[in-house]
C-alpha cells in the first residue's frame, strides 16, 4: 500500500502534467482554427476557378493572385480553352484539389481533440490519487 508521502507526489506531478496539457490545449485550437480558415479558403478558390470561365471578370481578378496560373496548370488550360464542367460535379473536384488542405485541417482536429483527451486522462489520475490521499490521511 502506498504511502502518504507517495500519493503526494503523485498528486504533484499530475498536477503539473495538467497545467502543462491545458496550455497545449490553446495552441491546438488556435491551430485547428487557423486549419479550417485555410480550408475553407482553398476550397472556395479552387470552386471559383472552377465554375468561372476565362473572359469573366472574377476570373480576371483570380489571376491577381500570386502563383494562380502555377497551382492547377491542367485546369487553367482547361478553363482558357473554354472546356465546362458539369455544375454538379465542382463541389467534388473542388475538395479533392484543395486534399492537402483537408488533410491538414483532419490532423490539426485530431491533435485537438487528441490534448482534450489527455487533460481527461490526466484529471481522472488526479481525482484518484486525492481519494486516495483522503483515505491515507484519514486512517
Known amino acids: 500500500m502506498p504511502d502518504i508521502t507517495n500519493v503526494s507526489d503523485q498528486i504533484t506531478r499530475i498536477s503539473g502534467w495538467l497545467t502543462e496539457t491545458v496550455k497545449k490545449l490553446d495552441k491546438a485550437g488556435l491551430d485547428k482554427a487557423t486549419a479550417i480558415v485555410a480550408y475553407d479558403q482553398a476550397l472556395a478558390l479552387a470552386e471559383a476557378k472552377l465554375r468561372y470561365l476565362k473572359g469573366s471578370k472574377l476570373y480576371q481578378l ?47 482536429c485530431v491533435n485537438f481533440a487528441s490534448v482534450k483527451t489527455k487533460i481527461e486522462v490526466l484529471q481522472a489520475q488526479l481525482n484518484a490519487c486525492q481519494s486516495q490521499f483522503r483515505h491515507l490521511s484519514h486512517t
Open 62 to 108: 483570380l489571376l491577381t493572385i500570386p502563383n494562380f496560373k502555377e497551382q492547377d496548370p491542367v485546369l487553367l488550360s482547361e478553363v482558357e480553352s473554354g472546356g465546362g464542367i458539369p455544375a454538379t460535379l465542382i463541389p467534388k473536384i473542388a475538395a479533392g484539389l484543395v486534399s492537402d488542405k483537408r488533410l491538414d485541417l483532419e490532423v490539426t
